[in-house]
């Protein structure tokens, strides 16, 4: 989904909308919250429709990703939205305005976790700094540190009548304070793994907490003693919501599904399946009709008494690692850490179609020349050859022994080169699959690998700090180009004349081809380089990398012409689009924007 609205000076577009990490109901179960990488996301519950998104300007420091927000809550009365963010802040958000109201500091880590008291009078942040904090609502004065977790604070939820704090920590135990002196009360140890979430039952007679162990716990929670102990997940328990009416207890899991237990009885009332990648949040509806659950990808909505689907919010993607453009720039295809690949209608900026079959993070996806097929490279150590039209499988080419980090098309695009951390280059044969040729020389991972305009020469990068140059016939070595730090990314400019590499030391470098000259070093107040693209006629390079940001520079003079902000992580893949009028950068904050360069 693209959205016009809070885009970065410069952009036109955003595609996807970060990962999602967090969920909550609004008190009138008309919204629903999404924390993310890139902000909140405010939904309107019935129509499913974009309602809000609630950013604010990291600028350009090198740690602007820490706007990665892990929590959210609303105040009782619905006017404030409460959030716990990687920058180890609390934010407090004006849900009408989408304005920020304050801003609370203190801790001196990550804040995993937020809770408003019942009468709304105290927020409780739990932190990766081993503490829990209370704050004045209203103030936002810090009013007590809660200490004694040995290990990171994970959840944080007051109990319905707002006497007692339960904290979950990595220190394998569940912490009970008095709320109101801060006073330690109790604390629980059965668990033999870290404790991710915990919730109060409706009545408060019973605390549930969910671990690493793979076990829910039911502890009576005034006297702390476990009362049942309920297994049937395969992995981590990451959520864990009570019913409004306190009958079905919702857990989410890494393995992928989000189980609802009797109460009373401890049983397994039903399994709900959908999701693709492990669940980090439940949440039900104040009224109980509904149950919401988030992966790293999507936001589904279920019928909370018979368990099926009743919405999905999609958009959400995990971190972009690698984008291309079709040929005619009318679709663009992102490769992403959730073993998918997404097809995006370039003009609308909504999904097209998503293209299932890895087994593991995909690193990098080329369009033939003709347009027809979409070749995928992963850490299954499989590239895949997909029909871009239909987005069925051609072909699954086998062999690399390690992730294949980067894949190219020959420009007649008969031939495919693949390049992976077995230090090796293969050369494909497109129609039948067969590996024609592996060049070997590097002595570690190659990052890219690319062609030549005129299909003569490949040019491989890597982490063993060079770029060699290959015969593309023979496959003989031509050149070896020496830089002082790792390669992560290589292309020529459309001539063939010059090639340009990204580097580990924060440089851009331009080489003659011919000559293997290091004609010129683009420095700068960037970080390192992940990504270079050269504009189709030549007179810009393009670059991304660890410092958020994407840098245009003056192909002929080096100078630095335009700074791009707006990232909230590794720009990981920059991309002209075939008529230069937009780049595109893939980022790990998990969007693509589109720059407007006309």
């Known amino acids: 989904m693209t959205t016009k609205r809070f885009l970065p000076k410069g952009a036109k577009a955003r595609l996807g909308k970060g990962m999602p990490s967090n969920v909550a109901y609004s008190p009138d179960g008309m919204q629903l919250a999404v924390a ?41 009365d619905g006017s404030t939205l409460a959030s716990g963010s990687h920058d180890q802040v609390v934010c407090l958000w004006d849900v009408a305005t989408g304005e920020l109201k304050n801003t609370l500091t203190g801790h001196t880590h990550r804040v995993l976790s937020v809770a408003y008291s019942p009468d709304g009078n105290t927020l409780a942040s739990a932190s990766w700094d081993n503490t829990v904090r209370l704050w004045d609502a209203a103030t936002g004065e810090l009013k007590n540190t809660l200490t004694g977790h040995t290990g990171s604070v994970n959840g944080v939820v007051y109990s319905p009548d707002g006497s007692t704090l339960a904290s979950a920590s990595w220190d394998n135990t569940i912490r009970l304070w008095d709320a109101a002196t801060g006073e330690l009360k109790n604390t629980l140890t059965e668990h033999t793994d870290w404790v991710l ?103 589904r909505l279920w019928d909370a008494a018979t368990g099926t689907p009743k919405k999905t ?74 029909d871009a039209e239909t987005g069925t499988p051609k072909n699954r080419l086998t062999g690399h022994t390690e992730t294949v980090v980067s894949v190219a098309y020959s420009p007649d695009g008969n031939t495919i080169a693949s390049a992976s951390e077995d230090k090796t280059v ?109 504009s189709p006629d030549g007179s810009t390079i393009a670059s991304g990398g660890d410092d958020k940001t994407v840098c245009l520079w003056d192909a002929a003079t080096g100078a630095l012409k335009n700074t791009f902000t707006g990232h909230n992580h590794t720009v990981g893949s920059v991309v002209y689009s075939p008529d230069s009028s937009t780049l595109a950068s893939g980022s790990g904050d998990g969007t693509v924007l589109l720059w407007d360069l006309s």
């Open 36 to 76: 993310s990488t890139i902000g909140i996301w405010l939904y309107d519950v019935h129509s499913g429709e974009t309602h809000d998104l609630l950013t604010r300007d990291t600028g350009t420091r090198p740690d602007a990703d820490r706007l990665t927000i892990y929590s959210v809550a609303y105040s009782s």
């Open 426 to 534: 293969r050369l494909w044969n497109v129609a039948t699959g067969e590996c024609k040729n592996t060049l070997t020389g590097h002595t570690r991972s190659i990052e890219e690998v690319t062609y030549s305009p005129d299909g003569s020469t490949i040019a491989s990068g890597g982490r063993d700090k060079t770029v060699r140059l290959w015969d593309a016939a023979t496959g003989e070595l031509k050149n070896t180009l020496e830089h002082p730090g790792s390669v992560y990314s290589i292309a020529y400019s459309p001539d063939g004349s010059i090639l340009v590499s990204g580097n580990r030391d924060s440089t851009v470098r331009l080489w003659d081809v011919a000559t293997g000259i290091l004609k010129n070093t683009l420095t700068g107040p960037i970080g390192i380089v992940i990504s270079v693209a050269y």
């Open 313 to 386: 919010f999609t958009g959400h993607t995990e971190y972009v690692i690698g984008i291309a453009y079709a040929p005619d720039g009318s679709t663009i295809v992102i490769a992403s850490g959730n073993y998918n690949v997404r097809l995006w209608d370039a003009a609308t900026g909504t999904p097209k179609k998503t293209l299932t079959g890895h087994t593991d993070r995909v690193y990098s996806v080329a369009y033939s020349p003709d347009g027809r097929t979409v070749a995928s490279a992963s850490e299954d150590n499989i590239v895949h050859l997909w």
């Open 197 to 299: 979430s915990v919730a109060y039952s409706p009545d408060g007679n019973t605390l549930a907490s969910g671990s690493r162990d793979e076990t829910i716990r039911l502890w009576d929670a005034a006297t702390g003693e476990l009362k049942n102990t309920l297994t049937g997940h395969t992995d981590s328990i990451m959520g864990v919501a009570y019913s409004p009416d306190g009958s079905t207890l919702a857990s989410g899991s890494r393995d992928e599904t989000v189980h609802l237990w009797d109460v009373a009885t401890g049983d397994l009332k039903n399994t709900l399946i959908g999701h693709t990648i492990y669940v980090n949040g439940v949440a039900y509806s104040p009224d109980g009709s509904t149950l919401a659950s988030g992966d790293y990808n999507t936001v």
